[in-house]
């Protein structure tokens, strides 16, 4: 659940300090079964961005070059795909030596049955860690037992909300799951949010890297059971009222 109490501190330190980053991004949960009957729904505050995140915002504002394909952890300046492979995460835009170009082709979106990027979901529930680049236990795509039928993944265009009060960015990232198994239900516990990318130079003979940016351990599991639609929205706001507000 949202705490209100906590929300306002957050706006109130973001006004003192001017501080923006990093973004604040939410998860909204919501269970559907047939005839439209709702079983559960819940909205949390994910607060778990990985390295993966933090050092490609470093390494854009800073204009790094990354500290080599074999390194991650802290001190390094990189990323760390989806597999096992270390990426340099470089000049993030264009520029030379080794570089993570997000675009829109890529991004986010994914189509139906690809779980390899956008918003994944797993039944792992082990503790955070930032250095995390894959979930616990990610549930794979399918009808068998213990998985779930991923629709395609889709992301809003930002929209800036100028109100008084709010002075911010938003992007919305959804997507839906199917329980197409008749058995037992599939018990989602932690959800992760996947942006896909284009590699410089290629590594391992690859150009693409999936980078995990945020894991979010669910507050409440959320139990799916057959025919049930599990619908995830990652909310994301990039606060600029510590500059914008008169």
């Known amino acids: 659940m949202i705490d209100p ?49 933090y050092n490609m915002a470093t390494a854009a504002v800073a204009y790094l070059k990354g500290s080599g394909v074999s390194n991650f952890g802290a001190g390094h300046i990189n ?20 570089s993570v170009h997000i675009t829109n082709a890529l991004g986010f979106n994914a189509d139906a049955a690809m779980a390899t990027k956008g918003i994944v979901v797993g039944s792992g529930d082990t503790a955070f860690s930032a250095d995390q680049h894959v979930l616990d236990n990610k549930i794979l795509h399918g009808s068998l037992v213990g998985r779930l039928s991923y629709g395609a993944c889709s992301t809003s265009a930002p929209v800036y909300d100028s109100s008084e009060g709010a002075e911010k960015w938003t992007v919305r990232i959804t997507r839906n799951f199917t329980n197409l198994y008749n058995g037992d239900p599939v018990v989602v516990k932690e959800t992760g949010l996947v942006v896909t990318g284009s590699v410089y130079p290629f590594v391992d003979g690859s150009s693409q890297a999936s980078l995990m940016l945020e894991r979010c351990i ?27 507000a008169d």
């Open 5 to 53: 109490v906590f929300e306002r501190k957050v706006k109130e330190f973001r006004k003192a300090t001017g501080a923006i980053l990093p973004p604040d991004a939410f998860v909204d949960v919501r269970v559907v079964g047939p005839g439209e009957k709702v079983r559960h729904h819940d909205t949390q505050r994910a607060r778990s961005w990985t390295r993966n995140f």
């Open 79 to 98: 990323v760390k795909d989806a597999g096992e492979g270390a990426f340099d995460a470089g000049h993030i835009h264009y520029g030379s030596g080794y």
């Open 218 to 244: 669910l507050d409440v599991p959320a139990s799916v059971a057959f025919q049930d639609v599990l619908s995830i929205e990652y909310v994301i706001e990039l606060d600029f009222s510590a500059i914008d």
